[in-house]
């Protein structure tokens, strides 16, 4: 059975884009776009605390009060770490059977700032851990559901969320209808750089807001590896090396005794040879003229603090030619037990090509490896640099009208990395020119807001009934 470019079984002919427009249509008639304004819980719903439990078997023991420290520190911070449990959630919600290539975890701070291989400043998706194909809807709400949560936070009214949320949905809509009517080649090629978004801030955002944006491009640009080498590493005895900064930053020598201390800067030597092979031949060239000099474990994030991270530092033509490179652990994506395994038995694999597919441009350094731990135990890594004109936003900072402005452009964005793997003419057909679908979303963000502040005070009263423990870092 032949399939077209967004995964449509056709038989032996490609399918018109009415035809498209039609299946969008009938998936309309199907799953009427009211519908995704209900949540209710499955019955019995699973324990949060039991879903975070168990993410954190197979995680690095002393490493997980950690995730419970920061999870239970707010609602927003608690819904960053907890993909698996809206998985579960949004696994028994409408969909209309309309697949493509999901983040798994679009929620607001995955969006951000990043470099291209041509030297650009772009805005994209930038966390992939939990990336699989599934149901459209699945990251769109939880890009939205972020957005009530953040406004709930920072004091915004009903209608304020309301209005942030619809106009986000609304952004998507729109641009999924915008890259209907374009060419394959033309949807691959669209990004929004920096030149745009200082437009953007032009004609949406106030004074303050516009300063931001300025503030935050221009220190994104300076976010790289010779930053990241300032902040992060010291030259003893006339060598460059990791600073001692646990448990954020632990060096290997402090980490493990001489003997495992060896085995392990063998088998990272052994990875980065090996994950080599898995870059474009010029950028496996580049790589080889870098020289490995220190590694060190790094916790990460909110939801991924636990599992194995490490930096590792190369230098090129001198100390001052630093390269440094995160390899971070990839283990099952939560939304598998729902959407279904995907086509990669090697999840850094999986993790790199969901990225490339919805990014715009991904980093010269991305690829993947499989390890054999010092435990004896198989882990999967995937591997990019640890920054490279990486930029974020402050949600506590914003306003209503900044939170407006950027959920659209998450929206946008999202809309684009859904339509360079899906059938972005049969989705443009479902959501259609009404705001019915957008205002679906306003109710099922704010229903499941109320959700995750029972969730997270469930956490809060794990910990303090010593059920879990938490520490600050």
């Known amino acids: 059975m032949a399939r077209d470019a967004a995964g449509v079984e056709n038989g032996t002919r490609w399918l018109s884009a009415e035809e498209r427009a039609e299946r969008g249509r009938a998936a309309r008639r199907r799953t009427p776009r009211s519908a995704h304004g209900e949540f209710e819980p499955p019955a019995p719903r699973q324990d949060p605390v039991d879903v975070l439990e168990g993410q954190s078997a197979g995680r690095v023991p002393e490493l997980v009060p950690i995730r419970y420290g920061r999870m239970s520190e707010s609602p927003f911070r608690f819904y960053r770490g907890a993909a698996a449990v809206m998985a579960g959630d949004l696994a028994h919600t409408p969909e209309s059977g309309l697949r493509v290539q999901l983040c798994g975890d679009a929620h607001m701070l995955n969006y951000g700032l990043l470099g291209s291989p041509e030297r650009n400043l772009l805005f994209d998706i930038n966390d992939f851990d939990e990336t699989l194909p599934g149901p459209w809807e699945w990251d769109l709400k939880r890009l939205t559901v972020s957005l009530a949560i953040a406004g709930r936070e920072n004091g915004f009214t009903d209608r304020e969320r309301a209005e942030i949320v619809q106009s986000a949905g609304m952004s998507y809509r729109e641009q999924m209808r915008r890259y209907a009517g374009m060419s394959h080649l033309d949807v691959w090629y669209a990004r929004i750089d920096a030149e745009q978004l200082r437009a953007l801030a032009a004609t949406e955002l106030r004074s303050r807001g516009r300063k931001q944006v300025d ?259």
Request: charged share 30%; glycine share 10%; with cysteine.
């Open 215 to 473: 503030e935050t491009l221009l220190k994104a640009r300076g976010r790289d590896s010779l930053q990241a080498a300032g902040k992060l590493t010291e030259v003893v005895g006339g060598e460059r090396q990791f600073r001692s900064m646990p448990p954020l930053v632990t060096p290997l020598w402090e980490l493990l005794p001489d003997a495992e201390r060896s085995t392990l800067e063998d088998q990272i030597r052994d990875m980065i040879e090996h994950y080599g092979q898995t870059l474009p031949s010029d950028r496996r060239h580049l790589l080889r003229r870098f020289t490995l000099v220190d590694m060190a474990r790094k916790v990460v994030g909110v939801g991924s603090v636990g599992t194995r991270c490490w930096i590792i530092l190369l230098v090129g033509r001198d100390g001052d030619d630093p390269l440094i490179l995160q390899a971070k652990e990839a283990g099952e994506s939560v939304l598998a037990p729902y959407a279904g395994a995907g086509e990669h038995s090697m999840q850094g694999e999986r993790v790199v090509a969901g990225q490339r597919l919805m990014q715009a441009a991904s980093d010269i350094f991305l690829g993947w490896y499989r390890a054999h731990g010092i435990d004896g135990r198989e882990r999967d890594f995937y591997v990019r640099q640890l920054r490279d004109w990486k930029g974020s936003v402050e949600p506590a900072l914003m306003e209503p009208r900044g939170m407006r402005t950027y959920g659209d452009l998450c929206g946008a964005t999202l809309a684009r990395a859904h339509a360079r793997s899906g059938d972005r003419i049969a989705i443009a057909a479902y959501l259609g020119s009404s705001d019915v679908f957008d205002q679906a979303l306003v109710r099922f963000a704010e229903s499941y807001a109320d959700r995750n502040e029972r969730d997270h005070r469930a956490l809060v009263d794990a910990v303090a009934s010593g059920r879990v423990a938490a520490e600050s870092a």
